[in-house]
């Protein structure tokens, strides 16, 4: 089906409205703070920024068509962060406390100068993949729901230009205000056509028969998605999640450290409970799809959460799949607008600043907007490069996670150095490089021990080290780069360490002024430090009964979600 006249006439109110917004924040834009850290806003507008920035519509896709390829398990392509996110209610008021514009703040203050930019580079590099695996899924989604009225790459050119005008426009606060609106969208179109895709296989009677195979609705699959697999990629993403440049402003934005904490954790909860009907609609795809095929050929695995909205939508309303298709292009404005806006803010504050710093708070906003531009570009050209989503989601978690090893180390050792940190980062990412190469895993295969090998998989596109068993070589690796550097060399002058943990220790008061990245404000007090190892270089605190109390409750909800998927797995 094509778009309908309500269709469009949806999708033009809709960018107007957008419009509008950009524009009328841009008017509130006085200085680079404004535009890169606005820390205004309250528990609700920080649950759906935090939801918003990391739901959109690529996740949607990777969940669908990697559940269409393998089953129900497909859907720990997003929740290989579940197990981490009863953490965030912990890491959320940490990240708030540096009172940093950006982390490249924060590694400056622990290590020094050449590790905050090592982070900026670094964390440049996350984003350009990140917008570059956004627009490429998002793209997929558009050309399926609109029965390919443009060509994938047609919608990634036109997507680049509409969110470059906005999110250069509005900074930081029109995104959160977007990721407002789409958030709801969002989770309206997570469920909202599952039951008629249900309902057209013969129910999950129907389902389990069409399927035949029972593993293809286990959420455990040892020969491809086991335990070892779900609890390596759990473990790297909790690591990784700091890693990520604009996590600073999902935990950062909000008036204090508790709507940071509220937020960030309700707001990825929200995100896990969309997951399950992406994946149930990728399984439901496997019986309604079966031995059609699409000019010729069998449906794409990227396309089927798209293609299933076109099927669906218009016969449910008119103007629904115009809806569909403006929220879907709302959450990649309102997300890559945050990252964009994220590594802008590295590039400016980390480099540009410290080449000229005596110039106008104008004349920074104008770099900051052009250096968005630029970012952009690259994120571009690497959509173009990438071969499917799968394997941009792949590369996102492998490279967010080696510049973390260095931010954890920091936090919880005082003995981390700047050494340490330069080490961890490069030997994480070198073993990562040598275990991708086709001519290391060849030489490994030909030690003729393949039953010690049992990470090695022969797969159509020729042998690899599996995905997991890669993790576990580069963060042991660069973890242990990392402690062996830093007690060769130098350790951090005291009084450097003393100010980086008297900011985690201090609580933000509301409408506190800090007219520095990671300094305390005037007259503030640094309460006692209590550690589990006192007298001892490990700096790990001892909880507060808020932190614990929703720390549990985290867990909590991780196991109601779990619960749920497997008894509709029983229905």
Known sequence: MKLHIADYVVLAFYFVGLATIGIYQSRKIKNSDDFFMPRKFGKIFMMMFSFGAGTHSDQAVVVASKSFTNGLSGIWYQWNYMFATPFYWLIAPIMRRFRAITTADVFELRFDRSVA?????????????????????????????????????????????????????????????????QGVLIIIFSFIFLPSIIIAVGGFEGLRKGLGDPHLLSMVVPADIGIFYIVVISLNGLVGIVGQPHIMSTCSAGKTEMEGRFGFMTGSFLKRLCTIPWSLTGVAAIVYFAGRSFDGRPIDPDKVFGTVANEFLPKLLSGMLGVFVASVVASMLSSCSAFMISSSALFTECFYKRLRPKENKGHYITVARIASVGIVGAGVVFAFWLPGVIKGVEIFWVISSMIAIAFWLGLFWRRATAAGAWASTLVSFGIWLLTSQKFFITFLANLHTSDYLKFIVDKPTGMEISLPWQMVFYLVGGTLAGIIASLITRPVAKEKLDTFYALIITPIKEGEQVRTPCTLPVGAVVPERRKFFPNTNLEIPVPSCTSVIGFLAGWVIVAALILVVYLITKI
């Open 117 to 181: 930019m090592l982070f900026s580079a670094w964390g440049i590099m996350i984003m350009v993949v990140t917008i570059g695996l956004m627009l490429k899924g998002s793209s997929a989604v558009l050309a399926a729901s609109t029965g390919g009225l443009a060509s994938a790459n047609v919608m990634i050119g036109i997507m680049t230009v509409l969110f470059i005008i906005y999110g250069v426009a509005g900074g930081l606060s029109a995104a959160i205000i977007t990721d407002f609106i």
